[in-house]
């Protein structure tokens, strides 16, 4: 059945025609995917009545919200903060693309993409006319983009003026203020650097309005600051009253009531000795004691005490009355709330002004794409959308290209410096590992120049003392130094026979020494274990020694909260691009029933879908599967460079956990081990994550979600349960977890990722480590917060059925005994697991097997068995190095478990 219903003939037959109108303009031109929202203005010369119109769109609003904005600094630091941010955006030329696609840039018609290239279609000289007209405006600085950002915060308007420089004769565009502009009689005039007015010559300057558009009146400019007047005005008033409060004299320092028979002492003697003349000298003497320290803080007066004789009657009648404001609590409590109400009526987010302390380092630049999203994204469209209506497309109508072809180019916009990841010295560094980058790349991410290279004698010094090397190699590596900068080679000793082994790092074990008659040779042992460490040597050692893994556990936390919040954006962003496609392939179906589609035509695009409903779009021949079809595309690729990503970091770090090198026989197997085995599911982990996706974007199309679940409200439109579980897929899966769902394995028990999967896991195990125990990390949401995982943050437990987990009466909805992460939908919690390395051989497999707190009864019959050898006298049996290593261990989950690291 229709959503809409038929209307009357007549005006049914008009309908028609302004639809047949339309389609008409549509057919002649480019679909273009995202509305162009006119919000800009080229001043051309015209008559005075015109002028005065265009002045007349200036508000008496503008002129007080450039005053509220001088006046608040908090206002001040939230609008600048937005201006440094967009002034970072770089803008450039692109063609529109069909298919509700995102904008291509023209300059990739160069690129050596040859499918990139092929895309851009529109002829090279329009192209080149267009990149011109846009590289007379100087975007990239923040005196232009930055002012300009500003000013559409504050009053929503403002002019770009170009004029020529008199002295330099060079052209000069800058973002003048709505007060900087006026029409005065026939002409416009502008403020000059001196503030005086002077008359526009439009003939040989350039003038264009900019304005952010009210919703409802389009040719006036709206702001935040337009609907939150009232609020700015009583944050102003309630500042004046309290700093009146405080400048006041009487009200802060109150008044002094001493009696007049009093007397100070003085260094010297007076002649006139009356009555009056002691009370006047006096009070004299008391105010210059009063005020010296204050007119001189060396003064002795501020440590020295004032002396005052009197009687006891005097001395006791001294009183100070303090007059306190008593309403000073509540003008702070209401300063509070006024603030508060401003932060949340800002387009910025309150986190901004309140700071973000209380949050991680990957949960902050969550934050910050959230802000990107959401507050900044809007008014950089708006930004380009004014620069296309206004300036782009005027100007290439003025070079003789038709109207039609110039609809094709927009100026868009390149927010990856404002969205990029914030741990990119990291990321340099370990680009430069993988040899992605050059070394003067990684030097500029890292805050260097070229100036703080190493020569190449200093780069020889520094890789023999990593890695050590001897003198051979290092004359051949000299040599083609000295050939590539057409130096001398430098000579050094004769190659020694043996090589030098390297330094240890300060978290691996030393080295122990070879064994009598040994040959020197590596040794072959577990890491931690020297060679001379033979059976007998390990049962007489009755103090077994454990290396913490602690803070290699929570990096591998970080991985995985890395990757995850990667993926987690990408899929977002694909989403939202998707509903788009989705509603412009509709659009393209509902042009057949001419009614109903000049009904949607109201609302936007992708919204279509759920305003039609599934049968609905079938009988349009619009099938769900082809509205998403494609959606992915752009993901795919991504997903598995992330994740191939993550787990070569995984790697690198469970091999520093173990202390091996990747450059030994033992580490280079290990790393192959755990690779091998997390790589060889990353396709099949796409395909579930694909198919999971599919169904997700298709209820959200249709409107089938759930908008008042418990739990978080995650920022993104993606459940994040669904990346969780791919990534636990890709690190392996216990065998007793029997699938999952959203985050949780289907028998109950969280599941990991990759650096807590089983690949990491067995390795660990394969070389001794014992488990710890667990630590919950609270994944912090911008906009809600589960207070019940906020209370596990940093909890640790030995068991998913530890009390601590216990799930709260008032969270049955969650249908589960214990808490885990990822058991509601928006949960961006994790948890890692602890392990410690024993540092003076494998703990014993019966030991490892009888882990339990309390010990079980098996494990204190051992223990029993234990105490009776050393009553005996007897030492080193096998019931003794047990129950040592058992204590030792016991120890160690004791003490993790109550806080120790």
């Known amino acids: 059945m229709p959503l809409f219903g038929r209307a009357q003939p007549n005006e049914y037959q008009e309908r028609v025609l302004r639809v047949a109108e339309s389609l008409e303009r549509v057919h002649h031109a480019r679909s273009n995917p995202r509305v162009l929202r006119a919000s800009g203005m080229r001043i051309e010369p015209m008559s005075a009545e ?9 508000q008496s609003w503008q002129s007080l919200a450039w005053a509220y904005r001088d006046m608040i600094i908090e206002l001040r630091y939230a609008f600048q903060f937005r201006a440094r941010a967009i002034s970072r955006v770089k803008f450039y030329v692109a063609e529109i693309l069909e298919d509700d696609d995102e904008p291509i840039a023209v300059s990739m018609r160069h690129d050596e993409d040859a499918d990139r290239r092929k895309r851009v279609t529109v002829p090279e000289q329009l192209a080149a006319a ?57 002409r416009m005039t502008v403020k000059d650097e001196l503030g005086q007015p002077r008359a526009i010559n439009l003939d040989s300057e350039e003038l264009y309005r900019l304005w952010m558009p009210h919703a409802a009146h389009g040719h006036l400019a709206d702001s935040a600051l337009n609907a939150g007047a009232d609020v700015l005005e009583e944050i102003t008033l309630l500042g004046r009253e309290l700093r009146a409060a405080s400048r006041s004299r009487v009200a802060a320092n109150g008044i002094l009531f001493v009696p007049e028979s009093m007397t100070q002492m003085r260094a010297t003697g007076e002649d006139d000795d009356t009555a009056g003349s002691r009370r006047d000298r006096f009070m004299a003497d008391l105010a210059a004691t009063l005020l010296a320290p204050i007119a001189n803080e060396g003064d002795a007066g501020a440590v020295v005490p004032a002396i005052i004789t009197g009687t006891i009657e005097d001395i006791q009648a001294i009183r100070h009355l303090r007059l306190e404001r008593e ?6 409590a209401k300063l509070d709330k006024a603030m508060s109400r401003m932060a949340n009526g800002l387009d910025i987010p309150p986190e901004i002004l309140t700071g973000m302390a209380d949050v991680n380092h990957w949960t902050a630049w969550q934050i910050d794409n959230a802000t990107f999203r959401h507050h900044l994204e809007p008014s950089i469209r708006i930004m380009a959308d004014s620069l296309t209506a206004a300036y782009l497309r005027p ?17 868009w916009y390149d927010a990856g410096s404002i969205t990029e990841n914030p741990n990119r010295r990291q990321d340099a560094l370990d680009a430069l590992d993988r040899i992605l980058i050059g070394p003067a790349a990684g030097r500029e991410a890292l805050g260097f120049n070229d100036g703080d290279a190493p020569t190449p004698e200093e780069a020889l010094q520094l890789i023999a003392a990593k890695n050590g090397i001897d003198t051979g190699a290092a004359t051949a590596i000299l040599a083609g130094f000295a050939k590539a900068e057409g130096a001398e080679v430098p000579q050094l000793p ?17 080295a122990e020494p070879d064994a009598p008659g040994g040959t020197g040779a590596p040794s ?32 591998l936390a970080d991985i995985d909260a890395t990757v995850r919040d990667l993926i987690l954006s990408d899929v977002d962003q694909a989403l939202r691009r998707a509903l788009e496609r989705a509603g412009s392939r509709l659009r393209s179906k509902a042009t057949r029933d001419m009614e109903l589609h000049a009904q949607l035509r109201a609302y936007p695009v992708q919204t279509w879908p759920q305003r039609l409903g599934p049968e609905q779009c079938l009988k349009l021949d619009a099938s769900a599967r082809h509205l998403i079809a494609g959606a992915w595309e752009s993901v795919s690729r991504k997903f598995a460079e992330r994740v191939n990503d993550g787990i070569r970091k995984v790697v690198a770090r469970v091999l520093r956990m173990l202390g091996l090198k990747a450059d030994t026989t033992a580490g280079a197997a290990a790393a192959a081990r755990v690779r091998s085995a997390m790589e060889s599911r990353v396709d099949e982990a796409w395909s579930t994550l694909e198919t999971s996706l599919d169904a997700h974007l298709e209820k959200v199309m249709f409107g089938g979600l759930d908008e008042t679940a418990d739990g978080e409200a995650p920022e993104v439109d993606v459940p994040p349960g669904l990346v969780r579980d791919a990534l636990a897929f890709v690190g392996g899966m216990p065998e007793t977890s029997a699938g999952m769902h959203n985050g949780r394995s289907l028998t109950g028990e969280p599941v990991g990722g990759l650096g807590n999967g089983t690949a990491v896991v067995g390795e660990l195990t394969n070389a001794g480590a014992v488990h710890l125990g667990f630590e919950w990390r609270y994944g912090y949401m911008p906009r809600s917060t ?29 249908r589960a005994s214990h808490y885990h992460p990822g058991d509601h939908a928006g949960c961006l919690c994790t948890y890692f697991s602890v392990y410690a390395l024993p540092t003076g051989g494998p703990v014993d497999d019966i030991v490892a097997a009888r882990l339990a707190m309390p010990p079980s009864a098996a494990m204190a019959d051992l223990i029993r068995l234990a105490d009776m050898d050393d009553q005996a006298g007897r030492s080193g049996t096998t019931a003794q190095q047990q129950r040592d290593q058992y204590l030792a261990v016991r120890g160690l989950k004791r003490d993790f478990l109550e806080g120790g690291s």
């Open 50 to 58: 015109r002028l005065r119109a265009v002045a007349g769109n200036r």
């Open 130 to 186: 267009a990149e011109a007209e846009l590289a007379r405006l100087p975007l990239d600085s923040y005196e232009f983009t930055g002012v300009w950002s500003e000013n559409f915060d504050v009053a929503g308007d403002c002019w770009m003026h170009g004029s020529i420089d008199p002295y330099t004769e060079e052209e000069v565009w800058k973002i003048r203020s709505v007060m900087d502009v006026d029409v005065a009689g026939t």
């Open 327 to 332: 309403d000073s609590p509540t003008l702070l």
């Open 395 to 411: 100007a290439l109508a003025k070079g003789a290209f038709p109207a039609s072809e110039a609809k094709r180019l927009r100026i």
């Open 494 to 510: 004769a190659a020694q026979e043996s090589r030098q082994l390297p330094a240890a790092r300060p978290d691996e074990p030393a």
């Open 524 to 555: 072959t042992a577990p890491p931690g274990i020297a060679a001379s460490a033979t059976p007998a040597a390990l049962v007489a050692s009755s103090k077994p020694a454990f290396r913490s893994l602690l803070d290699d556990s929570r990096e």
């Open 786 to 814: 589960f207070e019940p995982h906020l209370a596990l943050d940093g909890e640790r437990f030995d068991s998913w059925t530890d009390p601590v987990l216990g799930v709260r009466e008032s969270d049955r909805w969650l």
